[in-house]
T-cell receptor, first 117, second 110 residues
Framework: EAGVAQSPRYKIIEKRQSVAFWCNPI?????LYWYQQILGQGPKLLIQ????????DSQLPKDRFSAERLKGVDSTLKIQPAKLEDSAVYLC???????????????FGPGTRLTVL | ELKVEQNPLFLSMQEGKNYTIYCNYS?????LYWYRQDPGKSLESLFV?????AVKQEGRLMASLDTKARLSTLHITAAVHDLSATYFC??????????FGTGTSLTVIP
């Protein structure tokens, strides 16, 4: 079974530039998550999708971050404009969602390491 | 918001020794997950704990959950170098969100 795919793996940009990350979840997984992991910290949830609808985006800085999941499969996360403090690894994860019941394990992609200079 | 604390944050232990990592959380949850992360890599699922008193073991690692105390432990038995990594616990929220702890960076010294 193919895992969660993410691209690019690395990205270096100047502050105030824009950047976009792409995620392809495991086939059949209804729920998709984007996390931000700052060096030395645990992942922090940015946004959660159930199919193509947003379930939770309470910690997404909406003035500069946006995300979409058209057709309920792939997703993109965009930052515009980037700040220095956005330097982090952006992880995408997917799970079966409500179909899994309580055993709703999340599977993580390899992440995109963003450096903002 | 659900808060998750892990301790210790850093752990250096000799091969062959035993140790326990603790994960405390602030509000009721009956779902607790343990992940391993190697440097520069993504998170690998280790254990899923779904009920009070749940205990799971895989090799030299054993995880347990006490929902009444809001505590999970990850016990390492006779550590080997290959176990060196960062270990995260994550607590399930009401909407299937995960709330991650700060992580425990484990280094096993020969």
């Amino acid at each position: 079974e193919a895992g969660v795919a993410q691209s690019p793996r690395y990205k270096i940009i100047e502050k105030r530039q824009s950047v976009a990350f792409w995620c392809n979840p495991i086939s059949g997984h209804a729920t998709l998550y984007w996390y931000q992991q700052i060096l030395g910290q645990g992942p922090k949830l940015l946004i959660q999708f159930q199919n193509n609808g947003v379930v939770d985006d309470s910690q997404l800085p909406k003035d500069r971050f946006s995300a979409e999941r058209l057709k309920g499969v792939d997703s993109t996360l965009k930052i515009q404009p980037a700040k220095l403090e956005d330097s982090a690894v952006y992880l995408c994860a997917s799970s079966l969602g409500r179909l899994a019941g309580p055993y709703n394990e999340q599977f993580f992609g390899p992440g995109t390491r963003l450096t903002v200079l | 918001e659900l808060k998750v604390e892990q301790n210790p944050l850093f752990l250096s232990m000799q091969e062959g020794k035993n140790y326990t990592i603790y994960c405390n959380y602030s509000t009721t949850s009956d779902r607790l997950y343990w992940y391993r992360q190697d440097p520069g890599k993504s998170l690998e699922s280790l254990f899923v704990l779904l009920s009070n008193g749940a205990v799971k073991q895989e090799g030299r690692l054993m995880a347990s959950l006490d929902t009444k105390a809001r505590l999970s432990t990850l016990h390492i038995t006779a550590a080997v170098h290959d176990l060196s990594a960062t270990y995260f616990c994550a607590v399930g929220g009401t909407g299937n969100q995960f709330y991650f702890g700060t992580g425990t960076s484990l280094t096993v010294i020969p």
